[in-house]
């Protein structure tokens, strides 16, 4: 191996049924870098993982790793682990009833000369570890008294002590705040000045280019190249991701509503919901995308809920299309032509063992009733009709929905709901963590079925994107409607809003 490499795989090819998920791949890493892996979701930086951690057993291709004599086969995470190599995921693997000290050395915990575990030692090594790293805690609490940012960190402090040459960050900042972000990139460049070869996958352009050091771009399970960060600008990157060059601004015109002359479909006035939503007021016009910006725990997500039945309006009226309706749950909105993309997809949308086919058909599978079965050739028409509208990357309507990517994952909800043709849908994070080309087409459809006249409320953190798609936005602080922006609609007077006016400047 070169000098300062870590790290090399070559040729790495692996087959899934009926997808081959790498081609000939390679990959470098070097001593004390961030180097940024990225890709579309299906573009094979999951699968490249999984072969380097041992989770996949690859057909082709070697792995060779600094130290190490002749190429290195990992059967397992454990195999990995003894040979340096460490992967902290965004769901953290650690037991959160025990503590930070007893999560750091379980499974190799020091004992006494009577052969007990010595607790003494481990809570006093434990807590230089993370003084060096930098980390503020007291190891005797329980891991849970600590937010998902610190118990990543520990999760990567763990893998440091284990002496990891590689540390593999998959998405570990998708669910953090900025401020959480920032104390991990802290961390991440520490380690890295430390000589730790870093690989991070995100979806988020501007955390590569605020940490990174090089980045290796796969598409369609190929390697289309490695750069140095420099020399790679945003743009030539989403090039590269997407085989093509993407001018997304030019690509999405929003229709212009007349609010005066269109049909109100959602009509809430004084809708409250104890403990989250203050009384609100809100019409939603035919045509129109409506965004609900807000800071996260703004009350966003829960003012859909209400709207929906997911939580019952503890006061206040709702009309849809000029009725009076009751909504106390969610099969109410659906009879009334509403459907619902929840933020949380794994918790609350997919139903991981069922098929694409399955997940496609159930809400209006639900509406028909369980005594009334869609016939499978409907089914099966439904399914191809909107895999192919959609275009969802699966090997086939009959594979389990958990074995698709993300994105892909989120497509299969979003036609869900479009399957059951309701008028007014509510999209929560329709786009979060999934790849800039996914998004932008995300961001087409919701225009789209805009122009054919759905109403549509769009929840998103990121305000770029509902100034790209929305008509109008409704801004939620503290559980409270506190403005509603349609003319001045920018990213300062969006900002401004959000932040509560004069303390926008502060």
Known sequence: ???????????????????????????????????????????????????????????????????????????????????????????????????????????????????????????????????????????????????????????????????????ILDEPTSSLDDEEVEKLFVLMKRLRDQGVGIVFVTHFLEQVYAVCDRITVLRNGTFVGEYPIAELPRVKLVAAMMGKDLNDLDAIEKEQIDLEKSEVVIDAS?????????????????????????????????LARVIYGADKASAGKLKVKGKDVKINQPIDAMNLGMGMLPDDRKAEGIIGDLSIRENIILAVQAKRGMMKPIPMKKQEELADYYIDLLSIKCPSREAKINQLS???????????????????????????????????????????????????????????EMLRTCNRMVIMRDGEKVEELDKDLTQESVMAAIAGGDKAHE
């Open 1 to 167: 191996m070169e000098n300062n490499v870590v790290l090399t795989a070559r040729g790495i090819t692996m087959t899934f049924p009926g997808v081959k998920a790498l081609d000939n791949v390679d990959f470098t890493l070097r001593k004390g870098e961030i180097h940024a892996l990225m890709g579309e979701n299906g573009a094979g930086k999951s699968t490249l993982i999984k072969c380097l951690t041992g989770i996949n057993d690859f057909e082709a291709g070697e792995i060779h790793i600094d130290g190490i004599e002749g190429p290195v086969k990992n059967h397992s995470t454990r195999d990995a682990q003894n040979v340096g190599i460490s992967t902290v995921y965004q769901e953290v693997n650690l037991c959160p009833n025990l503590s930070v000290a007893e999560n750091l050395f379980i499974g190799r915990e020091p004992l006494t000369k009577l052969h007990t575990v010595d607790r003494a030692s481990y809570n006093k090594r434990s807590q230089k570890i993370m003084d060096d790293l930098g980390i503020e805690i007291d190891v005797t609490q329980n891991l849970e008294n600590y937010s998902l940012a610190i118990q990543q960190m520990v999760a990567i402090a763990r893998a440091v002590d284990m002496d990891c040459k590689v540390l």
């Open 270 to 302: 004084s809708l409250t919901h104890t403990g989250t939503v203050k009384p609100f007021d809100l019409k939603i016009h035919k045509g129109e995308v409506i965004g609900v910006g807000g800071l996260l725990g703004s009350g966003r997500s829960e």
């Open 406 to 464: 993300g994105g892909n994952q989120q497509k299969v909800i979003l036609a869900r709901w479009l399957a059951t043709d309701a008028d007014f849908l509510i999209l929560d994070e329709p786009t979060r963590g999934i790849d800039v080309g996914t998004k932008s087409e995300i961001q087409k459809l919701v225009v789209d079925l805009a122009k054919e006249g759905k109403s549509i409320m769009f929840i998103s953190s990121e305000i770029s």
